[in-house]
């Protein structure tokens, strides 16, 4: 399983693939599963700018995409234009989606004080669920 310091850094490794002609504020997400699986996500810009995709959810996408079944454990979230990226309201409802009891922990790299974690039930809390 990886460490929240491997997560992040990997996380910091999706972040050199981010696709952002327009902000120019790229980020990286790092998700890992009960499984010990790790998927990354960078954010993906376009022409029509609502359009775009947040790292996060790219990254939550693409275990999806792969079949990963096991609960979402935790997600680090990385830019090197910000400290401690937040994930927008958008990606914490993605988030509290896949919440099943275990409280997705959120590691951010604050750049004086290093890792800060959270969980989605703070970020998010009297959440909308149908199920
Ligand atoms: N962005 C993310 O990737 N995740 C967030 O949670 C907030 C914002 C991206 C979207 C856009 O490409 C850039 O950051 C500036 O908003």
């Given at each position: 399983m990886k460490s929240n310091e491997e997560l992040i850094e990997t996380a910091k490794e999706a972040a050199k693939n981010a696709y952002c002609p327009y902000s120019q504020f790229p980020v990286g997400a790092c998700v890992l599963y009960e499984s010990g699986n790790v998927y990354l996500g960078c954010n993906i810009e376009n022409s029509?700018?609502?359009?775009s995709l947040c790292a996060e959810r790219n990254a939550i996408s693409t275990a999806i995409a792969a079949g990963e079944k096991s609960k979402l454990l935790k997600i680090a979230i990385y830019s090197p234009?910000?400290?401690?990226c937040f994930p927008c309201g958008a990606c914490r409802q993605w988030l509290q989606e896949f919440e099943?009891?275990?409280n997705i922990q959120i590691i951010l790299e604050d750049d004086n004080n290093g890792l800060c974690l959270y969980n989605i039930n703070d970020l998010l809390p009297y959440s909308f669920n149908l199920i």
């Open positions: 029509s700018y609502g359009l234009k910000s400290t401690k099943k009891g275990q």
